[in-house]
């Protein structure tokens, strides 16, 4: 498997450097499938006295405004064309993605043109929901101590890798540049944790995170303990972009 990796970089990096680049920026709107259920979060923190500390919220909203920038290969004499997108959402749910992949560009003269493409995924989303609740001096995570209780903020996230098939529709405006539409549906596979923030026991700001298959987390959807974060970046998203 790992020599198989090395190998598809390699071919990869290889492409990007005999490549003739573009450059596209663009813009949107990512549907997030976040259904209107009511979630509990139980923990047992690490302290010595083991507190129990939960709070319950609801999902708002599920739309997220969508931001990219991509090159590309734009060598006219191929029709499978190498791309790299940087990817970052904010919304209902936030988050980062790098997606790679190639587009289909028929060699064709015209005004406009019809572009499939084919991409992997590799990105994370995060939704905050709110403030936890303790009655003791401090919590801990893991050996991380969060002195100030009051102010330690919790997030739902999830890592993902995946596929993202998608369409464009394009159009020509002359000297090298397009403007153009987009859709494209995202499939991942998805590891959920929860991510602690707040004062560390030095008085600086400290992070930590617990997996939400982890034994002293209890995550539950409607009173059914779960392990899946309900915040979901798999879906459709729409965009406008600008190629230069």
């Given at each position: 498997?790992?020599?198989?990796?090395?190998?598809?970089?390699?071919?990869?990096?290889?492409?990007?450097?005999?490549?003739?680049?573009?450059?596209?920026?663009?813009?949107?709107?990512?549907?997030?499938?976040?259904?209107?259920?009511?979630?509990?979060?139980?923990?047992?923190?690490?302290?010595?006295?083991?507190?129990?500390?939960?709070?319950?919220?609801?999902?708002?909203?599920?739309?997220?405004?969508?931001?990219?920038?991509?090159?590309?290969?734009?060598?006219?004499?191929?029709?499978?064309?190498?791309?790299v997108e940087g990817q970052g959402y904010v919304g209902s749910v936030s988050g980062l993605a790098l997606i790679a992949g190639y587009s289909y560009?028929?060699?064709?003269?015209?005004?406009?043109?019809?572009?499939?493409?084919?991409?992997?995924?590799?990105?994370?989303?995060?939704?905050?929901?709110?403030?936890?609740?303790?009655?003791d001096v401090y919590i801990q995570v893991n050996q991380t101590k969060f002195q100030d209780y009051t102010n330690v903020y919790v997030s739902l996230?999830?890592?993902?890798?995946?596929?993202?098939?998608?369409?464009?529709?394009?159009?020509?405006?002359?000297?090298?540049?397009?403007?153009?539409?987009?859709?494209?549906?995202?499939?991942?596979?998805?590891?959920?944790?929860?991510?602690?923030?707040?004062?560390?026991?030095?008085?600086?700001?400290a992070t930590d995170s617990e997996s939400l298959t982890a034994r002293n987390v209890g995550f539950y959807v409607d009173g059914t303990r779960t392990?899946?974060?309900?915040?979901?970046?798999?879906?459709?998203?729409?965009?406008?972009?600008?190629?230069?």
């Amino acid at each position: 498997m790992k020599v198989f990796i090395i190998l598809v970089l390699l071919a990869f990096f290889t492409g990007m450097l005999n490549a003739q680049p573009s450059y596209s920026v663009s813009g949107g709107v990512k549907l997030i499938n976040s259904e209107p259920h009511e979630m509990t979060l139980w923990y047992i923190d690490e302290s010595p006295s083991h507190d129990n500390i939960y709070t319950t919220f609801s999902p708002i909203g599920n739309i997220s405004v969508n931001l990219g920038i991509r090159w590309q290969d734009n060598l006219s004499e191929k029709a499978f064309r190498l791309f790299v997108e940087g990817q970052g959402y904010v919304g209902s749910v936030s988050g980062l993605a790098l997606i790679a992949g190639y587009s289909y560009c028929p060699l064709v003269s015209g005004k406009v043109k019809f572009q499939p493409e084919l991409s992997a995924v590799l990105g994370y989303c995060s939704k905050g929901i709110g403030a936890i609740d303790n009655n003791d001096v401090y919590i801990q995570v893991n050996q991380t101590k969060f002195q100030d209780y009051t102010n330690v903020y919790v997030s739902l996230r999830n890592a993902y890798i995946g596929i993202k098939p998608g369409v464009s529709l394009t159009f020509d405006i002359g000297n090298e540049k397009a403007i153009g539409l987009g859709v494209n549906y995202q499939l991942s596979y998805k590891a959920g944790f929860v991510n602690f923030r707040g004062t560390g026991e030095d008085g600086n700001p400290a992070t930590d995170s617990e997996s939400l298959t982890a034994r002293n987390v209890g995550f539950y959807v409607d009173g059914t303990r779960t392990s899946d974060n309900p915040y979901n970046p798999d879906g459709l998203e729409f965009k406008l972009f600008y190629c230069f």
